[in-house]
């Protein structure tokens, strides 16, 4: 069977974007990730910036999520907090462009959402620190937090929101057919794997 819908889930700095975009556009679909953010604060008429952020932060991390949060005695949209709000939007939208057809999605824990499906390649991007401490600073520069200090960060929050919403262990192999070490085999290597596996009858 033919995988026509690939999820990339990704540690920070491994390429796992950029992975995604290049299948994608080997694969002649649409791509899922700064545009899946888009549609969401669409739909919920929240601010894009938010709802990026908040699709990583694990619920009840920033103030303004414990303001709305039902379990800090005000309730949010619906009745849920704004972090399960947004979480349900992004859900159904997900389910939603799967069905459309053919496409790639980075992040979002669209891995979780569409694991029922039978067309779905799931794939985990990771690589060494050092790797990826290189490669954040070459794509966004230098900050007053030290490169490890930020991967640590970013991946904690990807993990702790992962595990709250789908009760599984990111990045744990189980959870997908494929990971791949895109620091000792290259992006572009990790490109041609997922897209022949795609399209392996």
């Known amino acids: 069977m033919r995988r026509q819908i690939i999820t990339i889930s990704r540690e920070f700095g491994s390429g796992g974007r950029t992975i995604g975009k290049e299948v994608a556009q080997r694969l002649g679909v649409p791509c899922y990730d700064k ?9 919920t008429g ?14 009840g991390s920033s103030w303004l999520a414990c303001a709305f949060s039902a379990r800090g005695g005000q309730v949010g949209l619906n009745g849920l907090s704004v972090d399960d709000f947004l979480w349900a939007v992004q859900h159904r939208v997900i389910r939603e462009l799967a069905e459309k057809g053919p496409c790639v999605f980075v992040g979002r824990c669209a891995d979780y959402i569409l694991r029922e499906r039978q067309d779905c ?5 990771h690589a060494d620190p050092e790797v990826r401490a290189d490669r954040i600073v070459r794509l ?4 007053e937090k030290k490169p490890a200090k930020r991967l640590e960060e970013k991946d904690k929050k990807r993990r702790t929101y ?19 070490d895109s620091g000792a085999l290259g992006l572009d290597t990790c490109v041609d794997l997922i897209v022949g596996l795609a399209e392996k009858e």
């Open 35 to 43: 545009e899946l953010v888009k549609q969401v604060a669409t739909e």
């Open 121 to 125: 390649l799931h794939v985990f991007v």
């Open 46 to 59: 929240l601010d894009e910036g938010y709802v990026e952020q908040k699709g990583e932060d694990a619920p």
């Open 140 to 143: 966004y520069g230098e900050s």
């Open 162 to 180: 992962y595990k709250y919403y789908t009760g599984q262990e990111w990045g744990m192999s189980q959870n997908y057919h494929l990971c791949l």
